[in-house]
Nanobody, 121 residues
Framework: QVQLVESGGGLVQAGDSLRLSCAASSFIVRNYGMAWFRQAPGKEREFAAQ???????SYADSVKGRFTISRDNAKNTAYLQMNSLKPEDTATYYC???????????????WGQGTQVTVSS
């Protein structure tokens, strides 16, 4: 059974940094693109960042320049480094894996349970 397990969320102040981790099976990390989505209360799940199997990355405009997605195949883990956090970044962050490059949730096959990030002003 494929599992994606997120960790690293928490409560921080505006301007602080957090690094989220997504632990996955080696098969997933080697063969799938990875992405981070986020969902705030009452809002739809939205794309934040993605990284292909070969390391190509893309970001939502709202996080570009502040967030960095990466992957460590040796550790079977993907990361989301979040700097200069803002209150509007508050959301549950989800890790996803899929074989199609895209920014909509429907193209991703596997999902984690999410980790909460709360940014206070």
């Amino acid at each position: 059974q494929v599992q994606l397990v997120e960790s690293g969320g928490g409560l921080v102040q505006a301007g602080d940094s957090l690094r989220l981790s997504c632990a996955a099976s080696s098969f997933i990390v080697r063969n799938y693109g990875m992405a981070w989505f986020r969902q705030a209360p009452g809002k739809e799940r939205e794309f934040a960042a993605q990284i292909s199997r070969t390391g190509i990355t893309s970001y939502a405009d709202s996080v570009k320049g502040r967030f960095t997605i990466s992957r460590d195949n040796a550790k079977n883990t993907a990361y989301l480094q979040m700097n200069s956090l803002k209150p509007e970044d508050t959301a549950t962050y989800y890790c996803a894996a899929g074989t199609v490059w895209g920014t909509t949730p429907s193209v991703y096959t596997y999902w984690g349970q999410g980790t909460q990030v709360t940014v206070s002003s």
